[in-house]
Structure formats: C-alpha cells, structure tokens
C-alpha cells in the first residue's frame, strides 16, 4: 500500500501548483493590473511553488489594497491553516516534490 503515497502526492502537488497559478491570474485582474514578465514566466512554465507562492502573496497584498476586501485568512481556522502550511513546506522541502 506504501507505493500508493506517491501518486496522492504527486496529485496534490499538482493540484496545489495549479491552485496558486489560477489564484495569481485572478488576482492581477482584481489588481487591475498586468502581469510582469517573472510572473507570466511562472505561469507558463514553472513548476518551483516557492516561487509561485511569493507571486501571489505580493498579488494579495495588492488586491487587498486596490479593493479594501479584508483577506480570508484574517478569518480562517486556525488549524487549518496550520496543517495547510505545514503540508506545503513539507512538499516544498521534500526531493519528491521537486521536478527539474
């Protein structure tokens, strides 16, 4: 059953990888702005989630500045977040995750 962990995992990193690409698209229309040649650059072609996730937090500080809308995560669940965070920086450290 152990070699069923690897394709579930390898699922949800994808999933996650295109979660954080659809999320920072969404939000440079919300910013009502274009996206910068690093960040259309990790959209077409990166698959590095530090890298995507620093893309979209700048993002999100920007819509949440351009609209006023309060962040969810200032409403979140504290467990969730925490167990999603930790995950993320598990897969972001582990040489499983990394696709070269």
Not at 15 to 36: H, M, P, Q, W
Not at 63 to 72: F, K, L, Q, S
Request: net charge positive; hydrophobic share 40%; with cysteine.
């Amino acid at each position: 059953m152990d070699f069923l962990v690897y394709p579930i995992c390898h699922a949800y990193r994808h999933f996650v990888e295109l979660t954080l690409k659809r999320l920072i698209s969404v939000g440079s229309f919300l910013a009502e702005r274009e996206l910068n040649s690093n960040e259309s650059s990790l959209l077409n072609g990166s698959h590095n989630l530090q890298e995507l996730w620093k893309a979209l937090k700048t993002i999100a500080g920007e819509v949440e500045t351009e609209t006023g809308i309060d962040p969810p995560r200032k409403r979140m669940s504290q467990g969730l977040k925490t167990t999603s965070i930790n995950f993320i920086q598990l897969m972001l450290g582990h040489s499983l995750f990394v696709i070269r």
